[in-house]
């Protein structure tokens, strides 16, 4: 059970967070310059997005889950299921930032999925 | 050498780098807690969890295996400064069948057949999804 609400944190909360440092970095705009004085004033662009902290947040979140559950899970085991961040990922994508999600793409995702189930099964 | 192959050659090795730091960070974060103990046990009342936090932040394992980590995140932000997306990220599906290669040869973890199959199934599945275009969002 608990197992669950780990896997859960790692797949959402790693996921929500990479998604909000995606929206923070969308807003920033793209980067073009890459001399170091371009690249600190960009840093210090974002560190005032307020979704870059949240992202971060919940990326640590993620993190820590990650390493409480490798306390006692195989990390074999624990790395394919926590590729169910695709999934979170692509939802939110679609949900979140308004990304056109293409039917390859899910059936990519339905794959993950498919290969995730074949892991827990194979847990025995 | 031509420029051409160059970047071909550039491009592989910093993909190898990248399959190999990632997992091998997974690996060494995994071995880390391991030796910290089930963190369910450790952990009984909120006072616990600082204690345990210390002894996270003290092991040169789990530090190990984040400066691994970071090792494949530059890895992976200066492949992607000249490869494709799209290019990368399938190739990079392969790190999840590299994880229980080296969990199984360095940790000793027992992989059930079924488990390799799901794994196998997961690489298909992230490559699919990588060979899709990169950004939707732009108006064309």
Redesign the interface.
């Known amino acids: 059970m608990?197992e669950v609400l780990f896997f859960s944190l790692i797949v959402l909360a790693g996921t929500g967070g990479e998604l909000c440092v995606s929206r923070a970095m969308k807003q920033i705009g793209e980067v073009h310059d890459?001399r170091p004085s371009a690249i600190v004033r960009v840093i210090l662009r974002a560190v005032r997005v307020k979704w870059l902290w949240i992202g971060i947040g919940l990326m640590t979140v993620g993190f820590f889950s990650?390493?409480?559950i490798?306390?006692?899970e195989?990390?074999?085991?624990?790395?394919?299921v926590s590729?169910l961040g695709?999934v979170a990922g692509?939802l939110g994508g679609r949900f979140f930032?308004?990304?056109?999600?293409?039917w390859?793409?899910w059936?990519?995702?339905?794959?993950?999925?498919?290969?995730?189930?074949?892991?827990?099964?194979?847990?025995? | 050498m031509t420029p051409h192959k160059r970047l071909h050659i550039k491009t592989y090795l910093m993909v190898l780098v990248m399959i190999l730091a990632g997992p091998m960070g997974n690996l060494m974060l995994s071995k880390g807690m391991k030796n910290i103990g089930k963190i369910t046990t450790e952990i009984s009342s909120p006072s616990d969890i600082l204690h345990v936090l210390a002894r996270v932040l003290s092991s040169g394992t789990i530090w190990l295996g984040i400066a691994s980590l970071l090792t494949f995140f530059v890895a992976y932000m200066l492949v992607l400064s000249w490869a494709d997306y799209s290019f990368v990220q399938p190739t990079s599906a392969i790190a999840y069948a590299v994880v229980a290669l080296l969990a199984t040869l360095l940790l000793g973890e027992v992989v059930s057949p079924l488990r390799w199959a799901g794994i196998a199934v997961i690489c298909l599945g992230v490559f699919v999804v990588g060979h899709t275009n990169p950004r939707t969002t732009e108006n064309r």
């Not at chain 1, 930032?97 to 293409?102: A, D, I, K, P, T």
């Not at chain 1, 290969?115 to 099964?121: A, N, R, Y």
């Open positions: 608990l890459f990650l390493l409480a490798l306390s006692f195989n990390v074999s085991f624990v790395v394919p590729a695709y692509a930032l308004g990304e056109r999600v293409n390859r793409r059936a990519g995702i339905l794959l993950v999925c498919a290969g995730v189930t074949l892991v827990v099964i194979g847990k025995g």
